[in-house]
Structure formats: C-alpha cells, structure tokens
C-alpha cells in the first residue's frame, strides 16, 4: 500500500486526527477496502513521517 500523502504538523488538528480521517476518507472513496491489510506500524509512521506512537494512537482510535 503505497501513501502519498502526510499529515500537516502546523494544523491546529492532532496528526493522529488528520491521519484517521485521511484513512476514513480512502476507505469511504473505495480506494482502500474495508478489511484490506494496512502496512505495518513502523513503515506506516515512516510514510506519514510521524513517530509509531502516533500510529499505535490512530489505530488505537479507529476501534
């Protein structure tokens, strides 16, 4: 799963916010399937050029 898209780190809006809504918006316009295996966490947080725990915080939030 190839990301070409990151977070803002000026926006007022947490990353672990913009990046579950970037998520919600890929699977909403079927770009990513609902149960379609995600990266793992590290190499997530390296393609949002964010720390893991921030991806462990999305993760954590979408359940």
Do not use: H
Request: net charge neutral; glycine share 4%; with cysteine.
């Amino acid at each position: 799963m190839e990301i070409n898209w990151q977070p803002d780190p000026q926006a007022t809006t947490p990353l672990y916010q913009q990046i579950s809504a970037y998520c919600r918006q890929q699977i909403q316009q079927g770009n990513w399937l609902v149960g379609e295996k995600l990266s793992a966490q590290r190499q997530l947080a390296a393609q949002f050029n964010v720390n893991r725990s921030t991806i462990v915080t999305v993760l954590n939030d979408q359940c």
